[in-house]
């Protein structure tokens, strides 16, 4: 093999985790795979892999040489597809905000795969602050404000949110009509997993906004347990209204304060600043926000939204 050969048999085997699996696909034998990469580590003169029986994990060294071997063959790729004409293909590796990505993400991806079948999706589902670069991430999907960084931050949507609970919690604590009336009531509280404070409720009204702190009986850092807690009617919560339209449509959950919403939040696909941005990465971008935009029109479109 020469170079760029072993350069992606060996990006393949840390994809894929396993040497006979990485043999699958490239469709060589297995022992030839071993080989190579023997020859590969005695050459860098490091460790590359980690073996055990279950699973193959790249060391640190390995984790370094497989980004410098990804960026390479990106790069070659790109070239070549440039004069070529040939579809984008490839990995894409995305982190994003999971209830998004079931909601605007995933219906739509049959489509995307039957426009570019030459592409895989490794989907990685997290709410913590993701460093893109050290963790070789092509780009991720991000819900609220962000944070300053040399990120790159395309913004796809601005999703309306609302105050809501059930109404059997109204029932017990009563339907607060405005924000002074939230003495007495409980929220689910939604734990930051970086710094592990409870956002409080946020009001607005047009022209300021104001931050509320409510006791909360249960807090979470996840969004599906979140919605889960405000269904049981635990307690008082602040959701995009796309998370609980039907249940709105069913009256299992009641908007309160509809004077003083929440300030709307903005939805953001995010990626590493570089002079030229990978054909694949660049139609997933494209693609993704024309899913956010069809989608957000649909549902303003559709009776009672």
């Given at each position: 093999m020469?170079?760029?050969?072993?350069?992606?048999?060996?990006?393949?085997?840390?994809?894929?985790?396993?040497?006979?699996?990485?043999?699958?696909?490239?469709?060589?034998?297995?022992?030839?795979?071993?080989?190579?990469?023997?020859?590969?580590?005695?050459?860098?003169?490091?460790?590359?892999?980690?073996?055990?029986?279950?699973?193959?994990?790249?060391?640190?060294?390995?984790?370094?040489?497989?980004?410098?071997?990804?960026?390479?063959?990106?790069?070659?790729?790109?070239?070549?597809?440039?004069?070529?004409?040939?579809?984008?293909?490839?990995?894409?590796?995305?982190?994003?905000?999971?209830?998004?990505?079931?909601?605007?993400?995933?219906?739509?991806?049959?489509?995307?795969?039957?426009?570019?079948?030459?592409?895989?999706?490794?989907?990685?589902?997290?709410?913590?602050w993701v460093d893109l670069v050290q963790e070789g991430v092509d780009c991720a999907l991000r819900y609220g404000r962000l944070r300053d960084s040399d990120l790159v931050a395309r913004q796809v949507a601005v999703l309306e949110r609302l105050t809501c609970a059930t109404p059997a919690y109204l029932e017990r604590y009563g339907t607060p009509s405005g924000i002074d009336d939230l003495e007495g009531?409980?929220?689910?509280?939604?734990?930051?997993?970086?710094?592990?404070?409870?956002?409080?409720?946020?009001?607005?009204?047009?022209?300021?906004?104001r931050t509320v702190t409510v006791p909360a009986t249960l807090s979470v850092t996840g969004t599906e347990s979140y919605l889960a807690g405000i269904r049981l009617g635990i307690g008082l919560a602040q959701v995009p209204r796309f998370h609980v339209e039907e249940d709105l449509r069913r009256g299992t959950l009641v908007q309160v304060i509809k004077d003083h919403p929440p300030p709307s939040v903005p939805v953001s696909l995010i990626y590493p600043r570089s002079r030229q941005l990978s054909p694949r990465v660049r139609v997933f971008l494209d693609w993704a926000a024309s899913e956010f935009a069809r989608k957000n029109a649909a549902r303003k479109a559709a009776p009672d939204a």
């Amino acid at each position: 093999m020469d170079r760029l050969d072993v350069m992606r048999l060996f990006t393949r085997i840390v994809e894929r985790r396993s040497f006979t699996v990485a043999a699958q696909d490239l469709e060589v034998p297995r022992s030839t795979v071993t080989t190579v990469i023997k020859e590969l580590e005695s050459r860098l003169g490091v460790r590359l892999l980690q073996r055990t029986t279950r699973v193959v994990k790249p060391t640190l060294d390995g984790e370094a040489y497989y980004r410098r071997c990804v960026a390479i063959l990106d790069d070659i790729e790109d070239a070549e597809g440039a004069f070529s004409g040939a579809l984008p293909k490839g990995l894409l590796r995305i982190e994003v905000q999971g209830t998004l990505a079931r909601h605007f993400i995933l219906p739509g991806l049959p489509e995307f795969f039957a426009k570019y079948p030459d592409i895989e999706l490794a989907m990685s589902e997290s709410d913590r602050w993701v460093d893109l670069v050290q963790e070789g991430v092509d780009c991720a999907l991000r819900y609220g404000r962000l944070r300053d960084s040399d990120l790159v931050a395309r913004q796809v949507a601005v999703l309306e949110r609302l105050t809501c609970a059930t109404p059997a919690y109204l029932e017990r604590y009563g339907t607060p009509s405005g924000i002074d009336d939230l003495e007495g009531h409980r929220v689910v509280g939604l734990r930051s997993l970086t710094t592990g404070s409870i956002t409080p409720l946020e009001f607005g009204d047009g022209t300021e906004e104001r931050t509320v702190t409510v006791p909360a009986t249960l807090s979470v850092t996840g969004t599906e347990s979140y919605l889960a807690g405000i269904r049981l009617g635990i307690g008082l919560a602040q959701v995009p209204r796309f998370h609980v339209e039907e249940d709105l449509r069913r009256g299992t959950l009641v908007q309160v304060i509809k004077d003083h919403p929440p300030p709307s939040v903005p939805v953001s696909l995010i990626y590493p600043r570089s002079r030229q941005l990978s054909p694949r990465v660049r139609v997933f971008l494209d693609w993704a926000a024309s899913e956010f935009a069809r989608k957000n029109a649909a549902r303003k479109a559709a009776p009672d939204a």
